[in-house]
């Protein structure tokens, strides 16, 4: 492939990346009842509801307006640079709201023998088949629960907050504890995650 039709198929796709970006930018965001939303100094958009208050500064070049119960992002130009930040902004606060209206969960699951996990406030142990239990504090902002373990069934953790980006790195950093193995699946994977699996020596001797 020549340098010019690889910039240009490289072009065609930064293209399409922003015109996406674009279309999710212009979608209003609806406040849900019990839900409130105010633009502040510095361009500090701060998001109040039933599960909390969260806070996002926005680029000064994006303008953010409320009228109502309904929110809206906009951007001065369609330089590609403009049209990312729009998308983004608009993704970040849409989160702030579905997180203190809804809240977001995540649920872990743990497969292996012996494997277990508790919960004591903020404080979660985990017993992962090593030669010592592993503790893990908690932000304050992060809630967690271990479902009752019924026979046959594996430990299973279920992490809560109002803050996806900070719930996700949380269930990341359990999740590097003991990854999932790809041969029997042994390991700490997200409940409906599919594994890609791979068949064994003997398996591909035969």
């Known amino acids: 492939m020549s340098v010019v039709k690889l910039f240009a198929t490289f072009t ?4 399409k990346k922003f015109e996406i970006m674009s279309r999710i930018g212009k979608l209003p ?3 849900p009842a019990g839900v409130t939303a105010t633009v502040g100094a510095d361009n500090v958009v701060k998001v109040k509801g039933p599960l909390g208050e969260m806070t996002q500064k926005v680029d000064p070049d994006i303008t953010v307006s409320v009228e109502g119960n309904v929110l809206t992002v906009t951007r001065p130009t369609d330089q590609p640079r403009h049209r990312s930040l729009h ?24 497969v292996g023998v012996g494997y277990r996990v508790e919960v004591n406030g903020q404080i979660v142990t985990f017993n992962l088949g090593y030669s010592h239990d592993i503790q ?21 953790l279920v992490l809560k907050s109002a803050d996806k980006q900070l719930v996700g ?6 999740r590097s504890m003991r990854k999932p193995e790809p041969y029997k699946g042994k390991g700490i994977k997200f409940v409906g995650e599919q594994l890609r699996r791979k068949a064994g020596k003997s398996a591909s001797a035969k």
Request: with cysteine; glycine share 6%.
């Open 12 to 15: 065609n796709c930064q293209i």
């Open 29 to 31: 965001v609806n406040l």
């Open 87 to 110: 998308g983004l902004y608009r993704a970040l606060i849409h989160n702030m709201v579905v997180g203190v209206s809804e809240g977001f969960t995540i649920k872990q699951e743990f």
């Open 136 to 156: 893990l504090q908690l932000p304050k902002e992060v809630k967690a629960e271990a479902e009752p373990v019924k026979k046959g069934q594996n430990p299973v």
């Open 169 to 174: 790195m949380v269930a990341a950093k359990i």
